[in-house]
């Protein structure tokens, strides 16, 4: 019997697949936050790991 082969994506540095992520952001509009603010760090954090953002997500909701 033959093993099937996965298809898989891979960094050119590494051997490793590259993470697929989505971003999600939730600020108070009570205290005038921005959520691009919040945005920005995540997309730092996954730039430096190598991930791919493939959607962002905002939610200006109001805390309770």
């Avoid at 993470?19 to 954090?45: C, G, I």
Wanted: hydrophobic letters at 35%; a neutral charge; aromatic letters at 8%.
């Amino acid at each position: 019997m033959a093993k099937q082969q996965r298809s898989t994506t891979f960094t050119q540095e590494s051997t490793r697949p590259i993470a697929r992520v989505a971003l999600y952001a939730r600020v108070s509009t009570l205290n005038n936050q921005d959520p691009e603010l919040q945005l920005a760090e995540l997309r730092e954090y996954a730039v430096r790991r190598g991930w791919q953002i493939v959607e962002e997500f905002t939610d200006q909701g109001v805390s309770g």
